[in-house]
């Protein structure tokens, strides 16, 4: 089998991940969309292996890896998910705005400023 | 191994951790801050009393290795050229630390303050004292501390805002310059690799003429920032004019003379690019003393009107500093060294005059001193005209030795530039004259229009004494500083 | 001897100012030891100088180093010296003790006298430095004393300002002063004014080294003895106290820019251009001052103007070469200056005012004073027996020699601006004798009777009288100044004498024909111009003292206004700048990882452009 066909798999996988985490405002979903970057990684990196016939196949040890960490993010991930349902009761990524950086109310800041 | 460096560098240090130790007895904190500054002077004169003697070398030197991996050594040793800036260190710390005795900074915590004073006096000596780049870099920078918290915190209690954005405005403006002076230590070890003082003169044939143009360009950014030379002089009226009187001695005996030091040491470093841009700092020089003066001119503020005078005075010993030769040397370091004490002086006694009146706008101070509290008037009189540079007193020396550097320039320099910057010089000179006259006929003469205020306290002439002592010393024997020899140990450098 | 004469006077002064204020008497009787002791030092080593064949004896082997050639610390008394000394010290005796009487009970007298201790000793120094720079050590403190001095009533404001005026002019000459000294130094190899001297002598200095000094010090002699172009400073510096004036004009300050060209002569004479400058400028400053000092209506104004004609008389004669008949004047001119101004403080003592206008019918109630005024305007005017008789006549016979051979041109010139002013002098001398002593008593302060004033105030008065009377035949001594006296030049003697008593006797003829009214009501509307000095200063405001007020004003102003706003702007860039970045950190995760996508791709097409060499 050709190299290209899994590169343009993943690439479209890849793709449909980064467009899914910038676009949509569902956490979960945003979640997904990492899941599916993950995945186009794990699949170059088992096709490259193929491709190379690696003698240590260290590209599917290291996809074996990145199932692991995807396995744990994706737990961490619905972890801080519910967290936010239960204190916000929404997961609106667009709404969840707490780490802007906003004036606080420094009177003195606030005049050196102005001056 | 702690040579007497280290402990004149030590001691003030020591002290301030006691004076912070004894920050609930207020008077106490005050004379334990005298008793290690008096200690610190007695300390500084020894070293320097040694460069006499000496063939012109370093004396009291100590070399261990620091920071291997860095090439960076703990060099420590005065010359001929530094024992004088250490004692005249030493002794504005004292007279700083004696003025506290009695009088408590407007707003309160004295220890404090007595103890960023002794910290800045041990950082400001580890400065001249430094022979090795980075830790002269490490010292340079420490100054700043103490000094932005004394202007920050004990500055005008009338202006908040304005003492902060002032404190700030120096520090900002001396770390860029700072940094850039780092940059230049920096090329000079890539192309000589070493950071030794003493060894880099002789190391300077290795360095190409591009790098030295640039270090010298990057050293007279760094330490014009500091000096300041014309234009980088924008931050030295506002810190002066908000920092408390301690601050202003300090800023202007002690720090401006980092800059002027840093120059005078360490463009001999670079000798080829020093030539090529000596003219550009000459000519800096003369646009500040007449720039200064003409500020002087018109200024309603006494404190600003001193700050300028430095900015003019400054322009003296960077004229001096661009002649490249022996005779420059020697004047710009006399010119400092009369500078730092007259300068202390005028900035104590425009204190006291603040202290009484509450303000120094020329508005608010009235008239005719001389009749309201005439000790004070006559103190003002005296350290104005030691500062226009009467023959006599230590002022004129070196102003003079200046213009006459200026007359006989290194052979590489063009003679006729310089002929015009020792004309202008000389004009800046009488501009000079005609500010603090001006001065001295709006504030201490005229008819009284206030009431009388306190005359000169016992513990101020205390504090005074010992730079009146010093300007007319300087001037009526400025063979203290100009001994045959004092010339040619300087030229053993190179 | 030397260092008896400094230390004594500055061991008073310093004396004076530190327990002076625990007794009255203590400050005037210290002034008065002081000085005695120093005029006695001066006398011993005048005694030793006039002496036949005396050599110059040098004290002092200190030395500065400069890191070129070195400055020495060298004191050297030859008869030029010798006399200066003597003069004053002599004058600053009779100054101590004339102020005891005429400012007894003034609260500043301990500086008072303090600083006029300090200003002799700083005289002495001048006269006695074998250094430029310890010369210029004594001129400049010379010149801060001076501006003391003039300021002692801090509260007039004439007296602050003729102050200031008074040092920042001769300040300024002084700069130029400075640089002559650096162009000698190095044209002559030393500081060393002996060796300088011997250089110029030798022919070691070039022509136009020897221009390029001259001309430079020509300026600080220029302003320190109130020639034009800086001469305005003299008649304002009138405020200070009657004796100080006598002690500036006398003795010291203006004295020192004749002696330090008569010093300096032999380079002088190297450089035509110098001499040539030197003689027009003293032709101009002899007539213009005049001129004013004919129109003025102020005593001590009349008597300030005249001290700079006749210092211009000096430099007429050392512009020719005439050494001794300049410094003869000097001497003479020292002598007659200080009784006139002496006597005119006596008068101003009596009436309470120093305006002619307020004076009037003097001579019955202050026989003493008029006598020796008398005296002294005559020694002024040119009059025989009198000193000043002798000592212009050298002058104008200097002239007359240099106009026969030698430099014809300047020596023309000098003999008829001489013979000119020397009528001018005695009409304007008459004119303040008569308007002083004679006719009606003028003004509204009648209501106090004039009187004689105290003998401690005569004392002196009688003194320099006696002086200017038996001091020609001194002045004239053959051999004296290591010169042969200069021949009489009868012919020129006639001439100045006539022209002398014509300008009299014109003053006395208006001085009638106006009923006894002020003589120069007599020049019509040339009086109003001459008694506003042909608004030199007027022209000095405009051109110089305003323009460097604008000047200043506008640094002020760049600093407080444009330096502010670029440093200002350098804040406030900084701040928004904060902003922008502030502005993209807004909470929303999805674009902070936007960004952090298009970064990346960038950098791949970055890459991918440039290629992975």
């Known amino acids: 089998m050709p190299l290209l066909f899994p590169l343009v798999v993943s690439s479209a996988l890849f793709g449909i991940g980064v467009y899914v985490v910038l676009a949509r405002r569902h956490a979960v979903l945003v979640l997904m969309g990492v899941e599916l970057m993950l995945n186009a990684v794990n699949l170059n990196l088992v096709a490259f292996d193929a491709w190379w016939h690696d003698t240590f196949d260290s590209g599917q040890v290291l996809a074996l890896f990145v199932i692991a960490i995807a396995a744990a993010e994706i737990g961490l991930g619905l972890a801080i998910v519910l967290v936010v349902f239960r204190t916000h009761r929404h997961v609106d990524v667009d709404n969840l705005r707490e780490l802007a950086d906003r004036d606080a109310p420094d009177p003195e800041r606030v005049a050196g400023a102005s001056s | 191994m702690i040579g007497g460096l280290e402990i004149i560098i030590g001691l003030p240090l020591l002290g301030a951790l006691v004076v912070l130790l004894l920050s609930r007895r207020d008077t106490v904190a005050a004379w334990v801050g005298v008793a290690f500054g008096s200690a610190t002077l007695a300390g500084s004169v020894v070293p320097w009393a040694a460069t006499i003697d000496d063939g012109g070398g370093y004396v009291a030197r100590s070399d261990t290795a620091w920071i291997r991996a860095l090439d960076v050594r703990w060099a420590l040793g005065l010359d001929r050229l530094s024992a004088p800036l250490v004692v005249l260190t030493a002794l504005l710390s004292w007279c700083c630390l004696v003025a506290l005795v009695r009088r408590a900074p407007s707003c309160g915590a004295r220890p404090g303050l007595v103890a960023l004073v002794l910290v800045l006096e041990s950082a400001s000596i580890g400065t001249f004292a430094a ?16 000094m932005w918290f004394v202007i920050a915190d004990w500055g005008d209690e009338h202006d ?335 | 001897m030397t260092l008896l004469v400094l230390l004594s006077l500055l061991i008073a002064a310093i004396l004076s100012v530190a327990v002076g204020h625990r007794d009255d008497r203590l400050p005037p009787l210290l002034g008065v030891v002081g000085a005695m002791v120093a005029w006695i030092g001066s006398v011993l080593i005048g005694v030793q100088q006039w002496g036949m064949g005396a050599t110059a004896a040098s004290t002092g082997t200190g030395q500065v180093a400069t890191g070129g050639l070195p400055i020495s610390v060298t004191l050297r008394v030859d008869q030029l010296s010798a006399s200066m000394l003597v003069l004053a010290t002599s004058v600053a005796l ?15 007298y301990p500086s008072y006298t303090a600083f006029v201790g300090v200003f002799t000793a700083a005289m002495a120094l001048v006269v006695m430095a074998d250094d430029l720079f310890v010369l210029l050590v004594g001129w400049e403190v010379m010149g801060v004393c001076s501006y003391v001095l003039i300021s002692h009533h801090w509260e007039l404001e004439p007296a602050r300002s003729g102050a200031v005026k008074a040092f920042v002019m001769t300040r300024l000459g002084d700069i130029g002063l400075l640089f002559g000294f650096f162009v000698l130094g190095k044209a002559a190899g030393t500081y060393r004014i002996s060796e300088i001297v011997a250089a110029a002598r030798g022919g070691e200095i070039t022509g136009h080294e020897a221009t390029a000094a001259a001309l430079l010090v020509l300026c600080g002699v220029v302003g320190k003895s109130a020639q034009f172009p800086l001469h305005s400073w003299l008649p304002d510096a009138m405020p ?32 035509d251009v ?74 101003i003592h009596a009436v309470g005012t120093q305006r002619l206008d307020g004076m009037g019918g003097l001579r019955t109630s202050m026989p003493v004073t008029f006598v020796t005024m008398t005296i002294g ?110 021949g009489a030049h009868l012919p020129v003697v006639l001439v100045s004498l006539a022209v002398a008593l014509g300008g009299a006797a014109v003053t006395v003829v208006q001085w009638q024909r106006l009923r006894r009214a002020d003589p ?77 996508v298009i970064g990346a791709v960038a950098v791949a097409v970055v890459i991918g452009v440039v290629g992975p060499s």
């Open chain 2, 160 to 494: 908040p805002v304005g003492r902060r954005r002032a404190a700030t405005r120096f520090l900002v403006t001396t770390v860029t310059g700072s940094a850039l002076m780092l940059v230049g230590f920096l090329l000079l070890h890539a192309r000589t690799g070493t950071f030794d003082v003493t060894e880099l003169p002789s190391r300077a044939g290795q360095i190409g003429a591009g790098t030295q143009v640039l270090v010298a360009v990057l050293f007279l950014l760094g330490f014009g920032a500091k000096v300041p030379v014309w234009p980088l002089h924008f931050w030295l009226p506002d810190a002066h004019s908000k920092a408390p009187t301690v601050g202003s001695v300090l800023l202007a005996g002690v720090l401006l003379k980092l800059g002027t030091y840093g120059l005078l040491r360490f463009w001999a470093d670079v000798p080829d690019g020093a030539v090529r841009v000596a003219p550009y700092l000459g000519a800096l020089g003369v646009v500040g003393i007449v720039y200064g003066a003409l500020a002087c001119l018109a200024q309603t503020d006494l404190k600003r009107l001193i700050a300028y005078s430095s900015v003019g005075h400054m322009g003296f010993v960077l004229l001096a500093i661009s002649t490249l030769t022996e005779q420059g040397r020697l004047a710009a370091n006399f010119a400092n060294v009369a500078h730092g004490i007259i300068t202390a002086l005028l900035f104590f006694v425009v204190g006291a005059v603040k202290d009484r009146v509450g303000t120094t706008e020329l508005a608010g101070i009235g008239r005719a001193l001389y009749a309201r509290a005439p000790h004070l008037g006559a103190a003002f009189g005296f350290a104005a005209v030691a500062s226009l540079g009467l023959p006599g007193l230590a002022g004129f020396w070196g102003e003079m030795l200046s213009m006459l550097a200026a007359y006989s320039p290194a052979a590489a320099l063009s003679r006729s530039t310089y002929v015009v910057f020792m004309v202008v010089a000389g004009l800046g000179a009488v501009l000079t004259t005609a500010y603090f006259v001006v001065a001295i006929r709006r504030v201490c003469q005229g008819v009284p229009d206030r009431d009388a205020v306190g005359d000169v306290g016992r513990d101020e002439w205390v504090a005074w004494s010992p730079l009146v002592a010093s300007v007319l010393a300087l001037g009526i024997f400025p063979v203290i500083m100009l001994w045959s020899g004092s010339a040619s140990a300087l030229a053993g450098r190179r």
């Open chain 3, 274 to 347: 110098a001499m040539n400058l030197l003689a027009a400028i003293a032709c101009l400053t002899m007539v213009g001052s005049a001129l004013f000092a004919l129109a003025a209506d102020d005593l001590k104004r009349v008597l300030a103007w005249s001290t700079v004609s006749q210092l211009a008389y000096m430099f007429a004669a050392l512009s020719l070469g005439g050494y001794a008949a300049g410094v003869e004047h000097l001497l003479s001119h020292g002598a007659f200056k200080a009784l006139l101004f002496l006597a005119a403080g006596s008068v």
């Open chain 3, 377 to 486: 305007f005559a020694a002024l005017a040119g009059l025989p027996p009198f000193v000043g008789f002798f000592s212009k006549d050298a002058v104008l016979g200097v002239a007359a020699d240099q106009a026969a051979n030698g430099s014809a041109a300047r020596g023309w010139l000098v003999l008829v601006v001489g013979v000119l002013v020397a009528g001018l002098t005695s009409a304007y001398a008459t004119r303040a004798w008569l308007m002083t002593f004679f006719g009606p008593r003028r003004g509204h302060a009648t209501d106090v009777a004039p009187h004689e004033s105290s003998w401690l105030m005569l004392g002196p008065m009688v003194v320099l009288a006696g002086l200017s009377v038996v001091g020609g035949a001194a002045v004239v001594k053959p051999g004296f100044l290591g010169v042969d006296a200069e």
């Open chain 3, 94 to 108: 009779l100054v101590q003790v004339y102020s005891v009487a005429y400012l007894r009970g003034d609260p500043r």
């Open chain 2, 131 to 146: 022979l090795d780049l980075i830790v002269f870099f490490v010292f340079f920078e420490l100054v700043l501390i103490p």
């Open chain 3, 240 to 271: 200070g106290p009657t004796p100080i004036s006598a002690l500036i004009h006398a003795a010291t300050m203006v004295a020192a820019g004749v002696f330090l060209v008569a010093r300096l002569l032999p380079v002088f004479g190297l450089s």
């Open chain 3, 520 to 596: 120069a009501l007599a020049l019509g509307r040339l009086r109003p111009v001459l008694a506003r000095e042909a608004r030199y200063d007027d022209l000095v405001g405009a051109l110089v003292v305003r323009p460097t007020g604008w000047a200043a004003r506008f640094t002020r102003l760049n600093e407080e206004d444009v330096v502010e706003t670029y440093v200002g702007g350098v804040d406030s860039s900084g701040q928004w700048a904060a902003r922008l970045v502030r502005w993209t950190h807004n909470g929303n995760a999805q674009r902070y990882v936007t960004a952090v």
